[in-house]
């Protein structure tokens, strides 16, 4: 990897952190600068387009991220419960080994800053997408009929997202706890 190439990589993956611990509007580009310690002038030759190209390229990198860390639990489990469970570790791993102050990468992002750029939701969509599809290519694979496999991977993530969005609320992994039992249990009920 070139000078460049890191340089670049580390301001993303600074971006990444900050955007999911403090939300899109209270970083500034001179905080992730001195974060990552890349020189000043690297940030517009990277990111021309600025914070909203910067963010939108850190969305795409955490949220291929973070579906390789759900396509790994997938892969690794035997079936619906086994996989929600392995999901759920992971997801209270990074909550509780932040001290909660990271949750979903996209998320956060989301919320503050699609609204008002096209790139950015762009990449927020971009994530979730491929995020519904490996769960709904998985719960194909496990029997669930076709035309319940794309709603159920909807109520997947919705139930994840709301109950990582708890978690880091209470601070406890509670309701990310729950969520996967009732999550399990649906996902068993639906195989044929």
């Given at each position: 990897?070139?000078?460049?190439?890191?340089?670049?990589?580390?301001?993303?993956?600074?971006?990444?952190?900050l955007f999911?611990?403090?939300?899109?509007?209270?970083?500034?580009?001179?905080?992730?600068?001195?974060?990552?310690?890349?020189?000043?002038?690297?940030?517009?030759f990277h990111?021309?387009?600025?914070?909203?190209?910067?963010?939108?390229?850190?969305?795409?990198?955490?949220?291929?991220?973070?579906?390789?860390?759900?396509?790994?639990?997938?892969?690794?489990?035997?079936?619906?419960?086994?996989?929600?469970?392995?999901?759920?570790?992971?997801?209270?791993?990074?909550?509780?080994?932040?001290?909660?102050?990271?949750?979903?990468?996209?998320?956060?992002?989301?919320?503050?800053?699609?609204?008002?750029?096209?790139?950015?939701?762009?990449?927020?969509?971009?994530?979730?997408?491929?995020?519904?599809?490996?769960?709904?290519?998985?719960?194909?694979?496990?029997?669930?009929?076709?035309?319940?496999?794309?709603?159920?991977?909807?109520?997947?993530?919705?139930?994840?997202?709301?109950?990582?969005?708890?978690?880091?609320?209470?601070?406890?992994?509670?309701?990310?706890?729950?969520?996967?039992?009732?999550?399990?249990?649906?996902?068993?009920?639906?195989?044929?």
């Amino acid at each position: 990897m070139t000078k460049g190439a890191r340089t670049k990589q580390q301001m993303l993956d600074t971006a990444m952190e900050l955007f999911q611990r403090q939300g899109y509007h209270a970083t500034g580009l001179n905080q992730v600068l001195a974060e990552s310690a890349a020189p000043r002038g690297s940030l517009y030759f990277h990111f021309p387009g600025g914070k909203q190209q910067l963010a939108a390229e850190s969305v795409a990198v955490a949220g291929r991220r973070m579906g390789e860390l759900i396509e790994a639990a997938l892969d690794r489990a035997d079936g619906p419960r086994e996989a929600v469970s392995l999901v759920v570790d992971a997801l209270a791993a990074i909550l509780e080994g932040s001290d909660f102050q990271l949750g979903c990468p996209v998320a956060t992002v989301a919320l503050e800053a699609s609204a008002a750029s096209e790139d950015v939701r762009d990449a927020c969509h971009g994530a979730y997408a491929a995020w519904l599809e490996a769960l709904r290519v998985r719960f194909l694979r496990w029997g669930i009929a076709p035309e319940r496999a794309g709603e159920l991977a909807t109520v997947a993530l919705s139930m994840l997202e709301g109950a990582l969005l708890l978690a880091r609320v209470q601070r406890d992994v509670s309701a990310l706890r729950t969520a996967a039992g009732q999550l399990a249990g649906l996902l068993e009920a639906a195989r044929q």
